[in-house]
Nanobody, 122 residues
């Protein structure tokens, strides 16, 4: 299983970006997929998750109402649409395949993408 995150870049506060996570492997459609982020000097934190069917999504309070996670099982891809970006959203964003346990903990994920850097200027 391989996850490839892309779509990061530099954007001004209030702007938007869409991240993509392309996932290889036949079991893609049977796993929930999450986005995490890690700001400089901080721990990696949960951002959002979408269940395998796409029927349920959950968000960190800090991004609720601004970010939207979605998936296209036909393309083996998960997206994170980020609107109304703030400087505090600056971080490396990682996608990860959920295996078991709580969605919010990094130990619940065994496969991670390499990360894509999002920088929001004020």
């Amino acid at each position: 299983v391989q996850l490839q995150a892309s779509g990061g870049g530099l954007v001004q506060a209030g702007g938007s970006l869409r991240l993509s996570c392309a996932i290889s492997g036949r079991t893609f459609s049977s796993h929930s997929i999450s986005w995490f982020r890690q700001a400089p000097g901080k721990e990696r934190e949960f951002v959002a998750v979408i269940t395998w069917s796409g029927g349920s999504t959950y968000y960190a309070d800090s991004v609720k109402g601004r970010f939207t996670i979605s998936r296209d099982n036909a393309k083996n891809t998960v997206y994170l649409q980020m609107n109304s970006l703030k400087p505090e959203d600056t971080a490396v964003y990682y996608c990860a395949r959920y295996d078991s346990g709580s969605y919010y903990y990094i130990n619940s994920y065994n496969y991670w993408g390499q990360g894509t850097l999002v920088t929001v200027s004020s």
